[in-house]
């Protein structure tokens, strides 16, 4: 029973990991730019989140309210002012800014907040939970993978059903057409930004009301959500969720063979489907 | 002669280092049909996506209605009313048939062209709306590609090659629909390497060669020799 539990544990964990994941898989596919900064910002979303509910003494999920539209201002800001200027044929050019911009957040988030793990209060949340058989299970995770759900299964639907949705294709398949179409491709990608970063704030306060964080902890929620999406297959949003629970299950099978293997089995199931199957378990089939 | 529509002046268009068109002169009437002829690459290409925005050139350079064009992004030509159907079609990929079309209209200018107009001219596009545009066949490809830019109710369109690797009998029908799209009073210029074709449906014609126009003339009245002579460049 232990070893179920310790894989619906994991699979819970996957919902996180796919929030994580999710606006890196949006941006990668719309506008082809890795961002090393996503951690940082899911981080940065986090310290949003905690002096929101403090400051106005409410729940963490009701700041909500106000990190979304904040998180994705700032996208759209970040976008526009910074880094439509380094998109172009070369790769090179964003992976080095948004390697700056992590930098800038962590010392930013360290000067106002200092290195002290700080923790959201999510009140009874954290410590609810559901008997299911014989096993307990966390009101908070399984919140969390709902939300997880949601939110992809929102993208998908935006995706495939909305103007906007197919702005985001059309821009991704080509650009200079897209452009021919009234498109611009800055604006849009502006847009595409903000909306990653709005999914950053949800995932950015289930992590701290989840676990403590502190400014340095954005490169290991950078890798997690990039593993997520990797092992999902580039540019499938449901195959996303999948990869999260494959890493989330992992970790948590991991943990129990071995507390100190935890990460490591994560990495080690990620490096195995990576080369059995070099592009994700799901990768979109191109039309 | 009233106001040209476009009025090109000195136009020149780079690639980096190399200069693919040379103070080229040009004007439209509204309501006219022009042909661009001349051979691979002559810069016929490189004509309209300078006019279209994908390439930017010196604002004075391409004037729309009198308003200079020349340094505008391609995304503020086209809510101006200037459609490309571009060389090699271009469809999106990731969209549908219908999606494609629908994506045409995303500039919201007035006019007559909406997607039942449009699947009126041509019917069989109706039959696959919900199909990937990658899955027609080159001639269906052909007639989304113009349906997306009449999408955009266009004053102005542009189409580059659309015979390109068609077979003739398709090449006949897209362009049996061409008098339901211009005979409205939209303003057209047509690239095309079938000469025949290129002089039948316009009433001018332009031939370019490296760069320069190397004749202009009444498509009617133009002689074959001086059109093989501008086309090839033999003096
Ligand atoms: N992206 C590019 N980079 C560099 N040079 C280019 C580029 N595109 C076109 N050229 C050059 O510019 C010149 C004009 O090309 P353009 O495509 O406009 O010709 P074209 O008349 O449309 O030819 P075709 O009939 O083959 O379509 C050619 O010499 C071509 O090699
Ligand atoms: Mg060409």
Redesign the pocket.
Known sequence: MDWVNAVIQGALLGGLYALFAAGLSLIFGVMRLVNIAHGDLIVMAAYLGLTTSVALGVHPLLALVLVIPMMAAIGYVLQRGILNHTLGDDLLPPLLVTFGLSVIIQNVLLEGYSADPQKMNGGALETASVSVGSLSLGLLPILTFVVAVGVIAGLQWMFYHTALGRSFRAVSDNQDIAQLMGLNKRHIFGLAMALALAVTAIGGIFLGIRTSFDPSIGGGRLIFGFEAVIIGGLGNLWGTLAGGVILGVAQTVGAKIDPGWQILAGHIVFLLILAVRPNGLFPRVSA | MPEPILDIRGLDAH??D?Q?LYGLNLTLAPGEVLAII??????????LRSISGLMSNGAAQIRYRGTPIGALRADQVASLGIALVP?GRQLFPSLSVEENLLIGGRVKRAGPWSLSKVYELFPILQDRRHQASTSLSGGQQQMVAIGRALMANPDLILFD?ISLGLAPIIIRDIYAALPGIVGGGMSAVI?E?DISKALSVSSRVYC?QE?RVSLEGDSATVSRDDISRAYFGIA
Not at chain 2, 38 to 47: C, D
């Open positions: 690639y980096g190399f693919a001349g051979s691979n690459g002559a810069g016929k290409t490189t004509l060389e090659e690239v390497q370019l760069g």
